[in-house]
């Protein structure tokens, strides 16, 4: 009897209550630092942005290490490798950058950090990336990214992490052991990122319980400059993330660099949050089919209305005109047909309204 009413419930519970995130409109002229309002339904619990950095404005010179940074926690760094902004390689409607240009007496350095102390868990990475290999192969033991923990401020696993190393050209791994013992438990040597291109990345992860498969870790990335997005790890609670539990993920590194060879690594709009529920810009009318995505930085969070900035990050002008909004939710389901704006995010704010955010 009591399996007949579970399954009654669950045929009749409304159906909102695990539909996707849905928009019906939004107030707001899509340009550059404008506000805009969504209105719309099932967009569930917003997050809480741990840091966000354009490295544009005054708080960033150029030629300066990157420094604090906007946020309640600063860029950090270790050894003497400082992250410089940068203005070289621009990305579209971008005037800077962080730039971190190694050398062979760099090894072991790191570019900038973000060490959040507690454990970062969920935690939802994205940011733009560029390399330049000065010439080498990509065998030196480079790692663009990582969440790590951090024991006496040296960096130790577990950690996920995409690295060059002297066995294989390339691979992203997932490590769940410690400095001293590592345990690999995922590779995936596939894409390798073109060079000298401007791609995007993107990481969730939820620890698991230590030496148990019941963690998280998603993970996206751009082959190249224009082109979809290539999913390299996607275990949702079916991961060890951690074999020992004093190890946890407590921050995030950008362009760590462990070998003697130079080479330099571009950063750009740099978002790290409690969860994956974000709001987009995309310039396909499917979420699938995009081949630029900028993240939005909302202000306000409701069930039935988010309130954000327009960034416009590289956004340039795509094949049919029109840009479209997208509304991830915090288990990462998303409108998958997007809502379009009647005019081109160009450098300006937007509000959307509806209910179930």
């Known amino acids: 009897m009591k399996k007949i009413f579970l399954l009654l419930i669950l045929i009749f519970w409304p159906s909102f209550l695990w539909a996707a995130p849905s928009i019906t409109g939004y107030t707001g002229t899509p340009a550059h630092g404008n506000e805009?309002?969504?209105?719309?339904?099932?967009?569930?619990?917003?997050?809480?942005?741990?840091?966000?950095?354009?490295?544009?404005?005054?708080?960033?010179?150029?030629?300066?290490?990157?420094?604090?940074?906007?946020?309640?926690?600063?860029?950090?760094?270790?050894?003497?490798?400082?992250?410089?902004?940068?203005?070289?390689?621009?990305?579209?409607?971008?005037?800077?950058?962080?730039?971190?240009?190694?050398?062979?007496?760099d090894a072991y350095a790191i570019g900038f950090q973000y060490a959040h102390g507690d454990t970062l868990s969920p935690i939802y990475v994205t940011w733009w990336w560029r390399?330049?290999?000065?010439?080498?192969?990509?065998?030196?033991?480079?790692?663009?990214?990582?969440?790590?923990?951090?024991?006496?401020?040296?960096?130790?696993?577990?950690?996920?992490?995409?690295?060059?190393?002297?066995?294989?050209?390339?691979?992203?791994?997932?490590?769940?052991?410690?400095?001293?013992?590592?345990?690999?438990?995922?590779?995936?040597?596939?894409?390798?990122?073109?060079?000298?291109?401007?791609?995007?990345?993107?990481?969730?992860?939820?620890?698991?319980?230590?030496?148990?498969?019941?963690?998280?870790?998603?993970?996206?990335?751009?082959?190249?400059?224009?082109?979809?997005?290539?999913?390299?790890?996607?275990?949702?609670?079916?991961?060890?993330?951690?074999?020992?539990?004093?190890?946890?993920w407590t921050g995030c590194n950008f362009a760590d660099y462990d070998s003697s060879k130079n080479y330099a690594i571009y950063t750009d709009d740099v978002y790290i949050a409690n969860s994956r529920a974000r709001v987009e810009i995309g310039d396909k009318s499917t979420w699938a089919a995009c081949t630029q995505r900028e993240i939005q930085i909302p202000s306000a969070w409701a069930a039935d209305e988010i309130t954000f900035t327009v960034n416009a990050g590289s956004i340039t002008n795509p094949a049919d005109g029109n840009y479209y909004l997208y509304v991830v939710d915090a288990d990462g389901a998303v409108n998958e047909n997007g809502y379009q704006l009647t005019s081109q995010p160009s450098m300006s704010g937007i509000i959307m309204r509806g209910s179930g955010f």
Not at 215 to 237: D, H, K, S, W
């Open 131 to 248: 390399w330049d290999s000065q010439g080498y192969e990509a065998s030196a033991n480079w790692k663009p990214h990582w969440p790590v923990v951090y024991e006496n401020a040296t960096p130790q696993q577990p950690r996920v992490s995409m690295c060059g190393q002297s066995e294989v050209s390339y691979c992203y791994g997932i490590d769940a052991g410690t400095h001293e013992t590592p345990e690999v438990v995922a590779t995936n040597c596939d894409p390798f990122p073109a060079e000298d291109e401007w791609i995007r990345y993107e990481f969730f992860g939820i620890e698991s319980d230590a030496d148990t498969a019941n963690g998280t870790v998603v993970f996206l990335v751009q082959e190249e400059n224009g082109g979809t997005f290539v999913t390299v790890f996607e275990y949702e609670g079916n991961i060890e993330t951690h074999h020992e539990a004093a190890y946890h």
């Open 36 to 105: 805009l309002v969504v209105s719309g339904s099932s967009f569930g619990t917003g997050p809480t942005i741990h840091k966000w950095d354009d490295f544009e404005g005054e708080t960033h010179t150029v030629g300066q290490d990157v420094g604090a940074g906007p946020g309640a926690t600063a860029w950090s760094f270790n050894r003497a490798a400082h992250a410089k902004v940068s203005n070289t390689v621009c990305r579209t409607n971008s005037t800077k950058h962080a730039l971190s240009d190694f050398d062979a007496q």
